[in-house]
């Protein structure tokens, strides 16, 4: 049985594909599809555009994240600054402009740290991570229906935090993680780091 | 601007609810919500029941992920072993349970690595981490519908791969840097790690 399983293909090729809501955020489809084994079945999947995500570093040795409500679950969370992929538009753009738009901060110096899939069962979804130091801090003006909290954290201590459980978004932990074994390795200025 | 919207409660309260979509495996909702300045607006989001995850650590230093293949982004992924908790079903008796249906593995110690949640944005999913040791190899009797291709790795390349971003799946990266963080501490036997 083990064996037989490996040598078929892993693919599921789509039969037909079906828009069963579409809302402003969310578009979720329906598809049929034909499994390796040629027996069809169904898979149903978000559509998304896409997000990015930044850790912006200070010369202080702190980051700057962001509390924010989140009504699905009704927690607040600490994240590292985010948004979604406006249509046409680079992800390095979209981080640069979340960074702007949520903390009122623009950064010199921009790195990327990869992807990360959030959803991989339902979702199609990446999430584009990004750490960015050299920053000015100017005004701050929030999107009109986000309400968000800025909150500055020493780097050593927000890597604590997503290992020992604290900090619980996805996101904001592999950015975090990614970002410390960077920063190990490059150090654009000297800042204490353990993992 | 700033000063005031931290006045603010940051909690949103549910005026109305509507399941728009109900499939096999998703169910979407859409509310309207009232904002903590007093507008009104609309929230959709996809009820989980939530999952488990588990990194089977052998005495070898290696660890048992699987290949597998996702719809929503053609992509197969290295993953380790997890599945949606069953209606009642504890968390931890779920990674026991996708553990041996996925890759046939029995775990005689088990200690819990938190929670992450991959999707605050739009999903109510939770994912309950766990390392496990002790480990007892016997049928793999996988799942109809999934076709998995079961992988060991070295512990201390599977942590390298999550940092350089060759491993993307949000669930697997935190489950193995929280699994190596705990190692690194705990270690019921001698492996070499870094991070």
């Not at 069809?40 to 930044?54: L, Q």
């Not at 920053?135 to 927000?158: C, G, I, T, Y």
């Amino acid at each position: 049985m083990k064996k037989k399983k490996k040598e078929y293909s892993l693919l599921e090729k789509k039969i037909s594909s079906e828009r069963v809501f579409s809302g402003n955020l969310l578009q979720v489809y329906k598809d049929r599809v034909l499994l390796p084994d040629g027996r069809a079945s169904e898979r149903e999947w978000i559509k998304h555009p896409g997000a990015s995500a930044v850790l912006p570093v200070f010369e202080s040795g702190e980051v700057q994240l962001l509390k924010q409500f989140w009504y699905a679950l009704r927690i607040k969370f600490l994240e590292v600054p985010a948004g979604k992929i406006d249509p046409g538009e680079e992800p390095i753009r979209t981080a640069k402009r979340e960074l702007e738009e949520e903390c009122g901060v623009r950064a010199r110096h921009w790195t990327s740290l990869g992807v990360l899939y959030p959803g991989i069962g339902y979702s199609n979804e990446v999430i584009h991570l990004y750490l960015a130091w050299g920053l000015e801090v100017h005004d701050n003006s929030a999107d009109d229906d986000e309400f968000v909290e800025p909150v500055r954290v020493l780097f050593k201590n927000a890597v604590e935090q997503t290992l020992n459980g604290e900090i619980t978004d996805a996101k904001t932990i592999i950015t975090i993680l990614r970002a410390a074994k960077w920063w190990k390795e490059n150090a654009p200025f000297p800042i204490r780091l353990t993992m």
